[in-house]
Structures are given as structure tokens and as C-alpha cells.
């Protein structure tokens, strides 16, 4: 299958890089507020209300948004479709950006590219997720892999929005940000850093 790279990838997510950034950072915090009695839930249980979540946040990201759309597949499976060049799905995430659950056949062949029903076909299937931090209280970070065959070959994380990423628009980066008066406060843009690729990718 051909692959797109790393850098294709970037260009193709960085548009909506905070979209994709709040569907991965904002259910946790949601959850903890929701279901209180936290320790009630098998880890089972808490990641799929976390995947409820991060689909009705991707709904609401999407919504009306140029180029793409939200895919329900028969396969139980909700998917973000960017410009009908990549496909995204929710997931938690292990420490090596790999999905944390045991893989399907159907996962597998997700990853790797192959016909599923429902599912329309794409350069680039890709996977949204987030890791938590090791007390398991709090996102440590929102990145999207790209994985075959259970083996990772990139990602592309998405840092928080901070005062060290501020972008303002039509100004000079050397300019200072507003302060005062009725001018318009910076805005605070999600950061895109990206691993280094893996593995070798046909371009």
C-alpha cells in the first residue's frame, strides 16, 4: 500500500490541528467530572465511555467543516475523513503511541490499508489518541500515529496551547503581542512536533 509520509501527513492534519487536538485532551477531564466514583469503572469500561466521548467531540469539531466528514462504519467504528486523503480513529494510547487494547483482525487490517465494509479507501489510515500521565490522572499529551502490522512508524504530537506557541495573525513574528486598548488578544494555537519516521515510507 502506499503510504503517505510523515511530512504529507503534517500538511494534511495542520489545518485542524486544534480541532484534533480538543477531540483528543477534552473527554478525560470530561469523564473525571461525570463519573466521580471513578474507581467504580474496570479500565475496560472507562476507555470505552472515553471513546463515546472523543466521537461526540469529533461531531461537534467537524461539524459543518469544509472537506470533511464523520464516517460511521458498519464495524462499530467512528472515523474522521480530511480532504478523502486520511482517515482517523479514536484511541487510547500506549507509551509507544500504539492503541493500548489488543488489536483485532479488523484493527489490523485497518492499519494496514486493506478493504473494510463501509470504510472508504485512503492513502493514510492514522489513529487519534491520547496518553495519560503514569498516575492515570491527567492527559500527558494528544499525538496521531501511524502504526502497521502492530509496528509504529510515526507520529505527530499535538502540544497544548501555551504561552510559548501564541501565533498572531498578519503580524511579524518579531512583533509584540497586544496588551492593552481594543486590540485583539493573541491567539494561543496548538503546537505540531513530529517523531522521526520509523521506518522507510514510499513516497
Same mark, same amino acid.
Given at each position: 500500500? $502506499?503510504?503517505?509520509?510523515?511530512? /504529507?501527513?503534517?500538511?494534511?492534519? @495542520? ?6 487536538? /480538543?477531540?483528543?485532551?477534552a ?5 473525571? =467530572?461525570?463519573?466521580?466514583? +471513578? @474507581? $467504580?469503572?474496570?479500565? &475496560?469500561?472507562?476507555?470505552?465511555i472515553l471513546?463515546? $466521548? ?9 461539524? #459543518? +467543516?469544509?472537506?470533511?466528514? %464523520?464516517? !460511521? @462504519?458498519?464495524? #462499530? +467504528?467512528?472515523?474522521?475523513?480530511? !480532504? ?12 509507544? #503511541?500504539?492503541? =493500548?487494547?489488543?488489536?483485532?483482525? *479488523?484493527?489490523k !487490517? ?13 492513502? /493514510? *489510515? ?24 502492530? *509496528? ?15 501565533? %498572531?495573525? #498578519? ?13 485583539? @488578544?493573541?491567539?494561543?494555537?496548538? &503546537?505540531?512536533?513530529a ?7 514510499? /513516497?
Amino acid at each position: 500500500m $502506499l503510504r503517505l509520509s510523515r511530512d /504529507q501527513a503534517i500538511r494534511i492534519v @495542520a489545518p485542524h490541528a486544534e480541532r484534533l487536538y /480538543q477531540i483528543g485532551a477534552a473527554p478525560f477531564p470530561l469523564f473525571q =467530572s461525570t463519573y466521580p466514583n +471513578v @474507581a $467504580l469503572h474496570s479500565s &475496560r469500561t472507562r476507555a470505552n465511555i472515553l471513546y463515546d $466521548l472523543m466521537v461526540i467531540e469529533a461531531r461537534k469539531e467537524f461539524d #459543518g +467543516v469544509k472537506n470533511t466528514r %464523520i464516517i !460511521d @462504519a458498519p464495524m #462499530g +467504528v467512528t472515523l474522521i475523513e480530511i !480532504d478523502e486523503k486520511v482517515l482517523i480513529r479514536c484511541k487510547k494510547l500506549d507509551d509507544e #503511541g500504539l492503541p =493500548s487494547n489488543y488489536p483485532t483482525e *479488523r484493527a489490523k !487490517d485497518y492499519d494496514d490499508g486493506d478493504d473494510l465494509p463501509g470504510i472508504p479507501p485512503a492513502p /493514510q *489510515r492514522l489513529t487519534l489518541g491520547y496518553r495519560l500521565n503514569r498516575l492515570q490522572t491527567a492527559v500527558r499529551d494528544v499525538l496521531i500515529s501511524n502504526t502497521t502490522g502492530g *509496528r509504529f512508524l510515526y507520529d505527530i504530537i499535538l502540544d497544548e496551547p501555551g504561552d510559548d506557541n501564541i501565533v %498572531i495573525l #498578519g503580524k511579524s513574528p518579531k512583533d509584540k503581542p497586544p496588551t492593552s486598548g481594543n486590540a485583539e @488578544a493573541p491567539k494561543r494555537r496548538v &503546537r505540531i512536533r513530529a517523531s522521526e519516521e520509523q521506518t522507510e515510507i514510499e /513516497q
